[in-house]
């Protein structure tokens, strides 16, 4: 099982949208709604930020949103802060054997 | 608020068993309905879960790793362990443990982390 595919860097200005897309197959994203967003900053731990594809865990700011379509899952940062300059981790329930599966991991770069 | 804590040598030996143990504090470990896991990250890589365990002790290990990994659980110490066997220098990675939400499949929250580097 491959690790999910997710663009090595996305950057943008304070106050701008992005969007990371989080690409899978249909074992794993595309036929499971199992999708979850974690953000790491340097030498921390993740932080869980979505799961089940759109939804926020209680204290996650609403500048943080998910969706998903087809294979494709994306998480959206609005309102880009200082504050969010961090990797970004997408996560799927997958059907294979392993279980789980990770991306590959986005770097988020406030300029 | 829960929190949980690993713990264990910082360095391991090649071919020998790499044991951590990680503290749940602020909940209690048998709480139904979620799993408690182990994830590592190899120093800038990304993440690979390891395995999962139950207060029951059921477990589910990533295949990848199957054969090298044991997690057990220590329900009167709220604690869980992870052994991992006849270790190389590719296990040497940050190892976090999470709370596991095996329905919807989310790790939330997580330790902090423990590097362990494996090395003669």
């Known amino acids: 099982q491959s690790a999910l595919t997710q663009p090595a860097s996305v950057s943008g200005s304070p106050g701008q949208s992005i969007t990371i897309s989080c690409t899978g197959t249909?074992?794993?994203?595309?036929?499971?709604?199992?999708v979850s967003w974690y953000q790491q900053h340097p030498g921390k731990a993740p932080k869980l930020m979505i799961y089940?594809?759109?939804n926020r865990p209680s204290g996650v700011s609403n500048r943080f949103s998910g969706s998903k379509s087809g294979n494709t899952a994306s998480l959206t940062i609005s309102g880009l802060q200082a504050e969010d300059e961090a990797d970004y981790y997408c996560?799927?329930?997958?059907?294979?054997?392993?279980?789980?599966?990770f991306g590959t991991g986005t770097k988020v770069t406030v300029l | 608020q829960l929190q949980l804590q690993e713990s264990g040598p910082g360095l391991a030996k090649p071919s020998e068993t790499l044991s951590l143990t990680c503290t749940v504090s602020?909940?209690?470990?048998?709480?139904?309905?979620?799993?408690w896991g182990w994830i590592r990250q190899p120093p800038g890589k990304g993440l690979e879960w390891i395995g999962s365990?139950?207060?029951?002790?059921?477990?589910y290990y990533n295949p990848s790793l199957k054969s090298r990994v044991t997690i057990s659980v220590d329900t009167s110490k709220n604690q869980f362990s992870l052994k991992l066997s006849s270790v190389s220098a590719a296990d040497t990675a940050v190892y976090y443990c999470?709370?596991?939400?095996?329905?919807?499949?989310?790790?939330?929250?997580w330790g902090q982390g423990t590097l362990v580097t494996v090395s003669s």
């Open positions: 249909s074992s794993d994203v595309g036929d499971y709604n199992y």
């Open positions: 089940d594809v759109t």
């Open positions: 996560s799927s329930y997958t059907s294979s054997s392993t279980h789980y599966v």
């Open positions: 365990i139950y207060y029951s002790g059921s477990t």
């Open positions: 999470a709370r596991h939400d095996w329905n919807d499949c989310w790790f939330d929250p």
């Open positions: 602020g909940g209690s470990i048998t709480r139904s309905s979620y799993y």
